[in-house]
C-alpha cells in the first residue's frame, strides 16, 4: 500500500479534505476516550470533563491562505494549514494538561510535529492553552494519509477566557480598546490563580481521602 504524506497532492478535492480530516479526528478522539477509561480504571479518576472538535470552514481556510500569501488551492490548505482539523480536551487541573500531552506523545501511531506550551509561556493578550501538532495515519483502500490534526489542552476556567477572548476579538475585529485589553490580561491572571487554587484544594481532598 502507498504511504503518503498529507502535504502532498494525493488530495484533490475539498470532499477528500473533508474525509481524512474526519477520519483522523475521529481516531483521536476514540484514542483520548479510551485512554480516559483507562485512566479512571487505573486512579478512579477522569482527567478529561469534555472533548470538541470541528473542522475549519473552506471560507476561513482560504482567509487564512490569504492572509499569508497563498494561492487557495487543495494543496496549499492541506501543505499550509495546520489546524484543519481541531481537537479542544478540556480538563479540570492544571496537571491534567500534561498528564493527557504525555499519553498523546506515547501512542505508537501519532507523530508530535510541535509543541507550543501557551501556559508557561503565555500569548501577551494573556491566552493560555497547551498545543500540540500531530500527524495521524488514515487508512484508505488504496493509500495510507499522515492528517494533521490540531489539539488545543486547556482547563475548564482557560476555555471559559479564550471563549471571551474570541468572541471580543471579532467584536471589534482585532482592535479592541485598550482597557478592554488590559482587562483580559487581568483576568487571565485571576485564571491562574483560580486553576493553582483548585489545584491545591483536589490534592489536599485526595490525602484526606488516602488517610480514611
Not at 501519532?110 to 500569548?123: L, S
Request: charged share 30%.
Amino acid at each position: 500500500m502507498e504511504h503518503t504524506m498529507g502535504a502532498d497532492n494525493q488530495i484533490e478535492t475539498w470532499q477528500e479534505v473533508t474525509l481524512v480530516y474526519n477520519s483522523a479526528l475521529k481516531q483521536i478522539n476514540t484514542k483520548l476516550e479510551v485512554l480516559n477509561d483507562e485512566f479512571q480504571h487505573v486512579h478512579q479518576y477522569n482527567p478529561i470533563e469534555h472533548i470538541k472538535s470541528r473542522i475549519k470552514t473552506p471560507e476561513s481556510i482560504v482567509k487564512k491562505l490569504k492572509r499569508h500569501g497563498y494561492e487557495s488551492d487543495i494543496e496549499n490548505m492541506v501543505r499550509y494549514v495546520n489546524d484543519i482539523a481541531g481537537i479542544r480536551v478540556i480538563c479540570s487541573f492544571t496537571s491534567d494538561i500534561y498528564r493527557i500531552a504525555e499519553m498523546i506523545r506515547l501512542q505508537n501511531d501519532i507523530h508530535v510535529v510541535t509543541v507550543k506550551d501557551y501556559i508557561r509561556n503565555p500569548k501577551p493578550s494573556g491566552y493560555k492553552s497547551y498545543h500540540m501538532l500531530v500527524t495521524v495515519p488514515v487508512f484508505l483502500s488504496d493509500r495510507t494519509v499522515e492528517v494533521k490534526v490540531e489539539i488545543q489542552i486547556r482547563t475548564v476556567a482557560m476555555d471559559f477566557w479564550a471563549s471571551l477572548e474570541h468572541k471580543i476579538k471579532y467584536k471589534f475585529e482585532g482592535n479592541a480598546p485598550e482597557h478592554v485589553k488590559n482587562e483580559l490580561v487581568e483576568c487571565s491572571r485571576m485564571v491562574s490563580e483560580l486553576d493553582q487554587r483548585m489545584q491545591e484544594l483536589n490534592e489536599e481532598i485526595k490525602g484526606f481521602a488516602m488517610e480514611a
